[in-house]
């Protein structure tokens, strides 16, 4: 569309801008201003704002608040709601930036900085495309929507959470969701698989590390959890197989990673020179994250892990063990034939002379609270930018792969609304 590539140097110059803007999560840096900088420009354009913050969610204090930017713009008819939406906060920058993460750099094409591609060029590329098409079309039908919302990165609670709790994504308002998340320009993510994240405590007995008899190892215990996972569960899993076109395909199965182990004393602090003291070990924790399928149903994830530490305690003398289940996601997957995805699919096949693939992502991202909460079906996610360098070092996206989002987008708003 003309009035996208119009757009190029405006498009280019405020996805600097909202890199400059470091909204570091955690631990929530910057919300306010990231806010207010979206909300002026929108504002000046004809748009109604709301700064909302999410109070009491996770991770809100007066210190580091939650804050969410919604903005409304009414076509001259009555039509559908389209709705865009962008998490504004970033993660750590980590080392081997050869860059500054927060400059904004543009060079031969690409846009670098901590954000650049998750995902600060979306959200850029979904306001430019929203002015270009309100430019084209004054008088359309229907309303678009923009937010730009926090914590994506640590659950999405203090941000699309929190507005779905509240009516934002209610069908009878909100009728198609795009999330310009970094799944390429040409590919279109349907959904994601599910999250089961859970601690499991094997017990034991604490005594001298010389007579380890007159003691028992709950460290041994989970060895034996451990082995009878290697045994029988990862066999188990990658048997499972998915008809959800999920990328990359190793993750076309179950999954289960086993987040973090600690047993025993406690890891001595950095710089102690101490030796450790010789004791059994009364206590050892596991976090497991299992990525679950369409196919599967939540109750049996929880059973086959909940069978497998029974089989162990039926085994193995003293062995006694708590699992406590510490956070799930159902998988959620919109269907091919939803409007939002044929009025993508079309604008993809135009703009880009390609059909698009379509996809599901391996981990979640907020869609899980616009359909779970929100109870809104119509949403993929659809953006510029590479997943792969979501989250590393020298983070870029590239110019001309937003400009050809944001005229997928538009040619979208076009489709639906115009
Ligand atoms: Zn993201």
Not at 314 to 341: H, Q, W
């Amino acid at each position: 569309m003309n009035e996208v590539e119009a757009r190029r140097d405006a498009l280019v110059t405020l996805c600097r801008d909202l890199i400059r803007i470091p909204t570091l999560n955690p631990p929530g840096r910057n919300y306010l201003e990231i806010c207010e900088m979206l909300g002026a420009r929108l504002r000046e354009s004809g748009w109604q704002v709301e700064l909302i913050r999410a109070e009491g969610s996770p991770g809100d204090s007066d210190r580091w608040p939650r804050w969410n930017m919604v903005a409304r713009y009414e076509g001259g008819r009555p039509g559908d709601c389209v709705h865009f939406n962008s998490h504004h906060d970033v993660v750590e920058v980590g080392h081997g930036w050869t860059v500054d993460p927060f400059e904004g750099v543009e060079r031969d094409g690409r846009v670098y900085g901590r954000g650049a591609c998750d995902m600060k060029g979306g959200l850029a590329a979904s306001v430019i495309a929203a002015e270009a098409f309100i430019a084209a079309h004054p008088e359309f039908s229907g309303a678009i929507e923009i937010s730009a919302t926090a914590d994506e990165e640590t659950g999405g609670y203090g941000g699309v959470a929190y507005l779905a709790e509240r009516g934002y994504f209610d069908p009878a308002k909100v009728q198609h969701v795009i999330i310009p998340e970094p799944l390429n320009k040409d590919r279109i993510c349907l959904g994601h698989r599910g999250v089961w994240w859970a601690e499991i405590e094997t017990k034991g007995r604490i005594a001298h590390g010389s007579m380890p008899f007159l003691g028992d190892s709950a460290i041994r215990h989970m060895g034996a959890v451990l082995e009878e996972i290697e045994a029988t569960l990862y066999p188990a899993l990658a048997s499972k197989h998915t008809a959800m076109p999920v990328v990359p395909e190793g993750a076309r199965q179950s999954t289960m990673n086993i987040n973090s182990i600690h047993g025993g004393e406690r890891e001595p602090e950095e710089g102690s020179t101490g030796l450790p003291a010789p004791c059994v070990a009364d206590r050892c924790r596991i976090v497991i994250d299992r990525r679950f399928l369409i196919e599967e149903k939540i109750e049996d994830v929880k059973a086959e892990v909940g069978a497998l530490l029974e089989r162990v305690k039926a085994d193995r003398p003293g062995f006694d063990y708590e699992l406590r289940e510490l956070f799930e996601v159902i998988p959620s997957m919109t269907d091919e034939d939803a409007p939002v995805v044929r009025s993508t699919a079309a604008a993809i096949e135009k703009v880009l002379g390609r059909m698009p693939d379509y996809v599901v992502s391996p981990g979640t991202y907020d869609q899980k609270h616009i359909d779970r909460i929100g109870r809104l079906k119509n949403c993929i996610a659809y953006g510029p930018g590479i997943l792969d360098l979501a989250h590393q070092p020298d983070e870029w996206v590239g110019v001309q792969d937003m400009v050809d989002s944001a005229g997928v987008m538009a040619l979208v708003l076009e489709e639906l609304l115009a």
